[in-house]
Structure formats: structure tokens, C-alpha cells
């Protein structure tokens, strides 16, 4: 019943052969997800637009259903204020796929100002995204993609968030761009992601707003709230300002690129990598390690 043209959603199930493997203490949660287009059927077999970013064993339970996502809506030029404390996105793009949001400037939101799931090709720019109430634990106050894949967010401001920028559970291909993250940390959050990019991002990391106070933070594979992040991650040209250690990886990262960046840290280490980091390159990057 599939034709040229349909919009598929891939899906890895976290088998316990999997999670024995990476080693994945995390109870819950998505991790091994993509969304790809046909471009032809022959028979029993079609052909899709661009090469899966990981594998999708059959051994697993791996999974292909059709879906219908909204396409080509966008959101712009406006300002939004959250005059109450409640547990709600802004702005909200689910199954979306070509959809934008350009000069939206959101004041208080109560967990993301702009949030995408099971998105495609999405795009947030030029948007400003000053502080959010909850800044607890729950999935609150964070800036960046989830579950989502190929998105690009440029040129965006940030104020008092938790983690911004954030990518998190199964993201896959997402850039962000030409960002100033004003008190808060870099984080692959949780759920496996992989093949993301940040570049030419600025941040200063502080712990007053709910965020750690490390630069650039990746949770461990025994986080039974977050489990472990994906392969091949890419941190290019991004200044960070941190408390406490510039670059902190829990563990099970394969192939990060960690180039040309520069790291200010008050009180630790520079770059720090535990339980099964390998194969990274870390290259060109400008350490000040003031204790």
C-alpha cells in the first residue's frame, strides 16, 4: 500500500539486547527514530530519499508506519507572554514537517518556547526566547529539537533557560546555528542522538537557572532518567563559558568532533570522557582552565 511520494516514521524499539549493549540504565523513552520519504516502489521493496543516519535491526522489532504530518505551516513576527505558571510549550509543532517559526520572541514559557516532535525539516529563526517559569526537572525550560530530524534553528537568543541548546531523544541531523545562550548549558539530554551539530554558538553556563554549570554536558548511559547519546555528534567553532567542566561526557559517545571551539572554565577540567568514549576527534580547541 506504500507509493512514491509517502512519509514513513522508523522505529528501533529499546529491546533489552539493545540496552545490554549500550549499556542503557533509562526506563522510558525514545532513541532509535527517522523519518524518510519514498521516492520509489518495485514490488516488495522501496527505495527512500536520503541513507539512514544508524542501523534499524530486524532483531530488534524494527518498525515502518505511514504518517500524514502538517507541512508548510509557519509561525511569524509575533510575541507571545505566558502570564501564568503552567506546564505547556508556547509553541507547538508536532508531526510537522516543513514548518517554520521566523521573529517570534516568547516571554515565560512554561517548558519550550517553540517545541517540535516527530518533525522534518523544520526551521526556528530569528526568534528570541527570554526565561520560563518551571525550571525544576520534567522537561522544562530547554531550547533545542526532540524527536525530531534535519531541522535547523539560527540565529536565536536565549535568557535564564535550564539547557539551551538542547537536543534530545532519537534528534538526528539538527543544526543549530549562530545562537547566544544566555545562562544556561549545552546538553545532548538524553536519548541516543546523534549526527547533530552545533556551530558558531555562544553560551555562558551557569547553575541559577536549573541548568548544571557545566559547558557542554552529555548524560551517561547509567542515568535511568536520560540514558546515553548516539555517534558522531559535532561541536564546531562555539565559545562556552562555564563554572565547572568545559566538555562533560557521560559515556557510549562514538565519533564526536569537537573542533575549533574555545572553552573558559572557572573550576575544572577542559574535556572529560568516561565508560566507552571512543573514536573521538578533538582538534584545534582553546582551553582556559582558571583553578
Known sequence: GLARGDKLLIDGPATKRWKELTQNACKWGNYRQYAV??????????????????EFPVIDGSSVRKMNPIEWCGVEDLEIEQTENLWINTVEFRYAWNCWARGVKVRMTG????????????EIRDCIFDDAWFKGGGGT?????????DC????????????????QWAAAGTVIRNGVFHNSDVQWHSGWTHENLFENCVTNSVRGHGGYGFGMWASPPEDTAHGPNG???????????????????GGMNENWLVLYN???VEKGRGVFAKTASFDHVVRGNVFVIKD
Not at 518495485?42 to 539512514?52: K, S
Not at 525550560?141 to 530530524?149: D, I
Not at 555517534?231 to 561526557?249: A, F, H, K, Q
Open 37 to 54: 520519504r519514498i521516492v520509489e516502489v518495485q514490488g516488495n521493496r522501496v527505495r527512500i530519499e536520503q541513507p539512514l543516519r544508524i
Open 111 to 122: 517548558r519550550f518556547p517553540i517545541h517540535t516532535t516527530i518533525g522534518k525539516w523544520c
Open 141 to 149: 525550560a530547554y531550547v533545542g529539537w526532540q524527536n525530531s530530524w
Open 152 to 167: 535547523l534553528m539560527e540565529d536565536v537568543e536565549s535568557f535564564n533557560y535550564r539547557h539551551a541548546p538542547l537536543v
Open 231 to 249: 555517534p558522531r555528534n559535532v561541536l564546531y567553532n562555539c565559545d562556552t563559558i562555564s563554572e565547572r567542566d568545559g566538555l562533560w561526557m
Open 262 to 264: 574555545r572553552y573558559i
